[in-house]
């Protein structure tokens, strides 16, 4: 019960916050709808997926590291910590306050790369939807986590180009991880977006069984990983 | 005096903030059923003493017992509930929706909401966003969630500061009624026209107790008429002489902007 309340006050403050919906929802689209317009069909066909992927992942991070910062530095994370409240279940009600926002997002943007901007995945589009609220999910995880190293907004905002972009050049968007040098492929080999991306590919590429089973089950476990420190950043006395 | 076990039980209490030593071996306790005041200026040690008796405080040693558990047992969630100096609410959530929120967590029927609503005074203002409230009433929304079920103990930092004095007695009123029904109240304040308000004090200067008493033993053990200049007097006996100012330089800023405006209503 305490678990549905928060994910409730979580999903009602996004409500008092249209600009933030709007961002959420139509952004992605916008920028899917912006990249089929300036590339080939063919090009746009291998990176349609990524930017399915990348989208949810990037959006949730920030918009969960924001949101949990003001959680620490407004008082409320402290009084929440003196309520019955477990720290589980305001980790978790975040997971599905957010989860059920990236479904809504991922049903535009798949739909919407699809049927409108014509991308062709060969793979099942419930599938491709489902990595990608994955994804969001994952975001979700490291964005709590994120902010537990912010002392303010500003900082919090900083961590979107430092954490993103590095993993979005190694992870195999503008090439792949295989053509990499040795150092670089290792190194993305430990990062979370590789899998992302490496999900969301094969999802589109209707690609079935362990092959497709592997990324997303690490994607899962990042995000149980993430709660899990992020629960530890969660102490109740503080100095 | 009360006969009863100590609602609070503090002994050889020890808390480093940052640097600053707070309290190097404190001892308390506090009745049961009463409305004790935290009195002193800001910066010595009210909130850490609440914070200690919430058990959110990381200490370094010593022991703070709250209704005969150790302070942050999770069985006391229930029964302790805290307000703090700086209102810890969702500011973009309206007045109801905060209070529903935390009614829920402690799985209050939504008739519960309402009543605390009313008893701060927030009928009005129950759909209004929290920020766009008036810093008073935003201490009072603050305050309404920390009288949400049945606390046997509540601990309020500050809750009537920024408040106009109409306000300010009604929710004295309430907290008389909260101890008349044997709930103990720890109230701290740095208004000492407060502490007529209240059965016990505890005077508080830099991490130390200057004196545990009541009102009219304050008054009569100083020979003072007012309790502003008892308690310097007090300071005075205690041996150190007072500052200029009862505000020590390095302490944290005693309210957030916001509470310094009236609540107008």
Redesign the interface.
């Known amino acids: ?2 678990l549905f ?2 994910a ?2 979580v999903l ?2 996004l409500r ?2 249209p600009r933030t919906v709007a961002m959420m929802a139509l952004l992605p689209m916008l920028l899917v709808g912006l990249f089929s317009w300036i590339m080939p069909a063919r090009l746009f066909d291998q990176v349609g997926p990524m930017l399915i992927a990348l989208f949810p992942f990037t959006v949730m991070f920030i918009v969960t590291s924001i949101a949990t910062l003001r959680e620490r530095t ?3 994370l ?8 477990r720290k589980a279940e305001l980790l978790f009600g975040y997971e599905i306050a957010f989860g059920l926002v990236a479904v809504l997002q991922a049903t535009l943007v798949v739909s919407f790369a699809v049927y409108v901007c014509g991308l062709k995945i060969d793979g099942s589009l419930w599938v491709v939807g489902g990595t990608a609220v994955l994804n969001a999910l994952m975001g979700t995880a490291l964005g709590l986590l994120a902010s537990a190293f912010a002392r303010t907004e500003f900082q919090a905002v900083q961590f979107m180009p430092v954490f993103v972009f590095p993993q979005m050049a190694l992870g195999g968007v503008f090439m792949p991880r295989s053509g990499m040098p040795d150092v670089l492929s290792a190194i993305s080999d430990w990062l979370p977006l590789s899998y992302s991306i490496e999900a969301v590919q094969r999802a589109s590429a209707n690609v079935t069984g362990w092959d497709l089973g592997r990324p997303l089950l690490i994607l899962v476990g990042v995000t149980l990983l993430a709660l899990l420190l992020g629960s530890l950043t969660l102490p ?4 | 005096m009360v006969t009863d076990s100590p609602a609070v039980s503090i002994s050889g209490l020890r808390v480093k903030r940052g640097k600053v030593q707070v309290f190097d071996g404190l001892d308390l306790d506090l009745a049961p059923g009463r409305i004790t005041g935290l009195m002193g200026p800001s910066g010595c040690g009210k909130s850490t003493l609440i914070r200690c008796i919430v058990g959110i405080q990381k200490v370094q040693g010593g022991s703070v017992s709250v209704l005969g558990l150790p302070a942050g047992t999770p069985s006391l969630r229930r029964r302790v509930s805290y307000s703090s100096q700086q209102a810890s609410v969702y500011t973009d959530l309206s007045v109801s929706e905060n209070i529903r929120y935390f009614a829920r967590l402690y799985g209050l029927p939504a008739s519960e909401t309402d009543r605390v609503i009313s008893a701060v005074g927030l009928d009005d203002q129950r759909k209004q966003r929290a920020d766009d409230l008036s810093g008073g009433q935003l201490t009072r929304t603050s305050l309404a969630i920390a009288l949400l079920g049945s606390p046997e103990l509540l601990a309020l930092d500050e809750p009537t500061v920024g408040l106009d004095p109409l306000l300010r007695a009604e929710l004295w009123g309430i907290f008389r009624g909260l101890a008349d029904s044997g709930i103990t109240l720890i109230v701290s304040s740095h208004v000492m026209d407060e502490a007529n308000r209240c059965d016990d004090l505890l005077l508080m200067r830099q991490g130390q107790i200057v004196a545990h008493t009541t009102p009219a033993d304050l008054l009569t053990e100083s020979g003072k008429s007012d309790p502003d200049e008892a308690f310097l007097e007090l300071i005075r006996r205690h041996g150190d002489a007072p500052r200029h100012s009862l505000d020590t330089p390095n302490d944290v800023p005693e309210t957030a902007p916001r509470h310094a405006q009236e609540d107008v209503r």
């Not at chain 1, 402290?78 to 409240?85: A, F, I, K």
């Not at chain 1, 109740?236 to 100095?239: A, E, N, Q, V």
């Open positions: 019960m305490r309340a928060t409730g006050r009602s403050q008092h916050d407004s008082g409320t402290e009084r929440l910590l003196t309520t019955p409240l109740r006395r503080t100095p």
